[in-house]
């Protein structure tokens, strides 16, 4: 079984950068990144498949990056022109042989397609 790492992440202010990374221990094919706000629904955030497809939540398209490593096996999350409304638990996630068929969690992946996670981390936008 795939296990995943992450680090990076903290505080910032408003405008300000973040980088988090997400080591696997196995291969994976499809990789993405999640949020968690207090009292709210886990989201989708970005997503990258082993062809290096990416897709974005449209609330960060345009500020934040996702990419792979050139090991394969870490997903990058480049976060710039963070806002408050950025602050959460951020996890990431990976399927090992496909990406799921269908987005119905707000034209996104849903955390449930995914069964492998990280331990999280927080991010924390000041204004």
């Known amino acids: 079984q795939v296990h995943l790492v992450q680090s990076g992440g903290g505080s910032v202010q408003t405008g300000g950068s973040l980088t988090l990374s997400c080591a696997a221990s196995g291969d994976t094919y499809c990789s993405a990144w999640f949020r968690q706000a207090p009292g709210k629904e886990r989201e989708g955030v970005a997503s990258?498949?082993?062809?290096?497809?990416?897709t974005y939540a449209d609330s960060v398209k345009g500020r934040f990056t996702i990419s792979r490593n050139s090991d394969n096996h870490t997903i990058i999350l480049q976060m710039n022109n963070l806002q408050p409304k950025d602050t959460a638990i951020y996890y990431c996630?990976?399927?090992?042989?496909?990406?799921?068929?269908?987005?119905?969690?707000?034209?996104?992946?849903?955390?449930?397609?995914?069964?492998?996670w990280g331990q999280g981390t927080q991010v924390t936008i000041s204004s």
């Open positions: 990258i498949n082993g062809l290096s497809t990416t």
């Open positions: 996630a990976a399927r090992r042989f496909t990406c799921p068929s269908s987005s119905h969690c707000n034209n996104f992946y849903c955390p449930t397609d995914f069964g492998t």
